[in-house]
């Protein structure tokens, strides 16, 4: 490929890999590295004030570094005037940019099969630790951006979110013609309070993430609008304002399905589906970056707590908190591995109320997962440092029932728990350490050869 593309949101060390990639190079005199934030300030450069830029003063470069490039107006619809100048010298060249869905519309339609795309989205432990020597722990709670740009609190989500993922969507759209499933957009972006309600979509789109991944339930856009009672309706009162949601905007569900489409594509989310073949197909959606994930489920958790104190109901603790993001934290490191190797990640929640976190096999139609007589394996999450306590709580992956009904081959059942001890088998199902997994998601995955 003569264009790498390098995506990802706000605080993920793109500009820094850049530079980074510069200096390993070491070849000054042949390399040259563009920041074009300053000249695109006033919109003024176009694509062809680009080409005849590079043309001018590059030509005889052999790696071109471009920072910034999706400020240049209508990027995506000139990306190839971009490829057919480079095609004619001999040059490679690197580029990333703020807005990196203009960067996903490109590898997907008008440099398909022209570029090479990297995703920095997702800061995954290995990654963490070797950069800023971050504990797992800390991990848990505060990973997922370097320190300039770190989440300590909802004000940073709220700037975060409006600065790297609705300005993102947001400009994308209004530099360019757009593409694909970010076209949608188009109309609602070019209103006069076209922000305001693309800002109302986006968090609460990501508020009903974290809320239906606590539920385990089909998503669904009535969290935020829905009738809660009494202290309940307090708190929803509060999260709207905190975020400026529009409470009179009447959002769709095709909107809501649409920006989940682009969040994903973003790399903010990531999506596995339900297998379960005697229940309704729904998808649970998991966000990659785990500070923001801890800040919003804060608050859902204080809704629920509202709502479950009206209804005399059971609270949710900060172990149960952390439990759910422990096991965000697995399934997105298991994806962001799996689908580099042809696997595909699922879970499992039928009508009786058995769940298995995490289901990993071969790739294939996921809906029909479990009706292929293949081998898969099962995992359970637990937030617990005592094996003994974990193996007290693995209801549903010890059920010999669950797993002859669905008439599928079992390759593996593990649990995934907070011990720090080397992996174990006991009884038939594997205890592996949190921190042994996330470090070698690979070895786990590729380990249950009957997967193959």
Do not use: P
């Not at 209004?174 to 979509?201: M, T």
Request: net charge negative.
């Amino acid at each position: 490929m003569r264009i790498i593309g390098i995506s990802g949101l706000r605080g993920v060390g793109k500009t820094v890999g850049l530079l980074q990639c510069l200096k390993d190079l070491n070849v000054f005199n042949d390399s040259v590295y563009i920041e074009l934030n300053t000249r695109c300030s006033d919109e003024s450069f176009t694509a062809q004030d680009f080409v005849d830029f590079i043309q001018q003063n590059f030509s005889n470069k052999k790696y071109i570094f471009i920072d910034e490039i999706t400020s240049i107006r209508d990027f995506t619809v000139s990306a190839m005037k971009y490829y057919n100048v480079i095609s004619r010298v001999d040059c490679r060249i690197v580029i990333c940019g703020t807005n990196s869905l203009a960067l996903t519309i490109l590898k997907e339609d008008s440099l398909y099969h022209r570029i090479s795309l990297i995703d920095t989205t997702f800061i995954s432990y290995s990654d963490a630790e070797r950069t800023t020597n971050q504990s797992f722990k800390d991990y848990v709670i505060n990973g997922g951006l370097y320190r300039d740009d770190s989440i300590s609190n909802i004000d940073d989500v709220k700037t975060y979110i409006q600065t790297s993922v609705v300005e993102n969507i947001f400009n994308t759209v209004i530099k360019n013609s757009v593409l694909g499933s970010a076209k949608v957009f188009e109309d609602l972006c070019k209103q006069v309070n076209g922000y305001a309600k693309l800002r109302s979509i986006i968090f609460t789109v990501l508020l009903n993430v974290a809320y239906h991944t606590v539920k385990r339930s089909k998503f669904n856009i009535n969290f935020i609008t829905s009738n809660y009672e009494d202290k309940a309706n307090d708190v929803i009162e509060y999260i709207t304002d905190i975020f400026n949601i529009d409470k009179d905007y009447v959002f769709k569900e095709s909107e809501s399905k649409e920006v989940l489409d682009l969040l994903v594509k973003i790399g903010l989310l990531v999506s596995i589906d339900n297998v379960a073949s005697n229940y309704d197909y729904y998808t649970l959606y998991y966000i990659t970056n785990v500070s923001i994930y801890n800040q919003l489920l804060n608050l859902i958790l204080r809704a629920i707590d509202a709502e479950y104190k009206y209804n005399e109901g059971r609270l949710y603790d900060i172990h149960n908190k952390l439990g759910y993001v422990l096991e965000s934290v697995i399934i997105c490191h298991t994806v962001d591995v799996a689908k580099k190797y042809n696997y595909a990640v699922c879970f499992y929640h039928d009508k009786r109320h058995r769940e298995i976190d995490m289901i990993i096999k071969k790739q294939n139609n996921c809906k029909d997962i479990l009706d292929l007589h293949e081998g898969y394996s099962f995992f359970e999450i637990k937030f617990s440092e005592d094996r003994e306590a974990v193996k007290n709580r693995l209801k549903w992956l010890a059920d010999e029932e669950l797993l002859l009904q669905e008439n599928a081959k079992v390759v593996k059942r593990a649990a995934i728990y907070m011990g720090e001890e080397e992996d174990i088998e006991q009884d038939g199902i594997l205890y592996i350490s949190a921190l042994n997994y996330v470090k070698n998601v690979k070895k786990y995955i590729c380990m249950f050869k009957d997967l193959n």
